[in-house]
């Protein structure tokens, strides 16, 4: 299993950045795909998650509802994280994660820093 992130940078408060994950050797019908995120000398937190393509529930940490959506092309097998409304507090290195069977997977992390 690879996850493959992109879509971190720089971005103003108020502004949004769209984050994408590909998975390898991984679908949604094997688990799940979440993303977490870890700011300085905090512990790393869950943000956003999406079950299997045949359930498509989707889950959302309180900070993030509202701001955050979650989404997936499962053709492309491509999990993406649209963050709107960013905050400066959303700063952190996010993760894309995936579990099947109780095993977790991890993609490389990304910065997004939200300036004030």
């Known amino acids: 299993v690879q996850l493959q992130a992109s879509g971190g940078g720089l971005v103003q408060a108020g502004g949004s950045l769209r984050r994408s994950c590909a998975a390898s050797?991984?679908?949604?019908?094997?688990?799940?795909i979440a993303w977490f995120r870890q700011a300085p000398g905090k512990e790393r937190e869950g943000v956003s998650c999406?079950?299997?393509?045949?359930?498509?529930?989707?889950n959302y940490a309180d900070s993030v509802k509202g701001r955050f959506t979650i989404s997936s092309d499962c053709a492309k097998n491509i999990v993406y994280l649209q963050m709107n409304s960013l905050k400066p507090e959303d700063t952190a290195v996010y993760y894309c994660?995936?579990?099947?069977?109780?095993?977790?997977?991890w993609g490389q992390g990304t910065l997004v820093t939200v300036s004030s």
């Open positions: 999406i079950y299997s393509s045949a359930n498509g529930g989707t």
């Open positions: 994660n995936a579990v099947r069977a109780g095993v977790d997977y």
């Open positions: 050797g991984f679908t949604l019908d094997d688990g799940a």
